[in-house]
Nanobody, 126 residues
Framework: QLQFVESGGGLVQPGGSLRLSCAASGFTLGYSDIGWFRQAPGKEREGVSCMSRRAGRTNLADSVRGRFTISRDNVKNTVYLQMNSLKPEDTAVYYC???????????????????WGQGTQVTVSS
C-alpha cells in the first residue's frame, strides 16, 4: 500500500529550472520528516534538502542553497524540490525520502530515512 512516486526529472540547460515531485500514498506526509537526495554514477549519495514534520526545520546542502527549495503540500500529500539556476554538476538521479511519523528531524543523512522514491534522472547539459 505504501508508495512514494517521483516525477519531474528530465533534461534541462544550465541556468534552467526544474521541479521534482513525490506523491505519497499509504502514509501521510504531514506526519513525516522528508528529504531529497541525489546520486551520480560513481559518487556517494548526497543529501540535498530536508524538511521536518510540520515544517519546523529545514536544511539545504551548501551546494544548492539559494538555488533549491523544498516544500510540501499536505493536502495533496506531495513533496516538491524546486531547482533553479541548475548547473551541470547537479546532474544525478534524485530521490525523495521520508520517515513516516517522523521525529521532527531534518537530516541530510540517507541512513536516517525509511522510505524512498524510485528515483528520477536530472540531466543538466547544453
Amino acid at each position: 500500500q505504501l508508495q512514494f512516486v517521483e516525477s519531474g526529472g528530465g533534461l534541462v540547460q544550465p541556468g534552467g529550472s526544474l521541479r521534482l515531485s513525490c506523491a505519497a500514498s499509504g502514509f501521510t506526509l504531514g506526519y513525516s520528516d522528508i528529504g531529497w537526495f541525489r546520486q551520480a554514477p560513481g559518487k556517494e549519495r548526497e543529501g540535498v534538502s530536508c524538511m521536518s514534520r510540520r515544517a519546523g526545520r529545514t536544511n539545504l546542502a551548501d551546494s544548492v542553497r539559494g538555488r533549491f527549495t523544498i516544500s510540501r503540500d499536505n493536502v495533496k500529500n506531495t513533496v516538491y524540490l524546486q531547482m533553479n539556476s541548475l548547473k551541470p554538476e547537479d546532474t544525478a538521479v534524485y530521490y525523495c525520502a521520508a520517515v513516516p511519523r517522523g521525529t521532527f528531524a531534518c537530516s541530510l543523512t540517507s541512513e536516517d530515512y525509511d522510505y524512498w522514491g524510485q528515483g528520477t534522472q536530472v540531466t543538466v547539459s547544453s
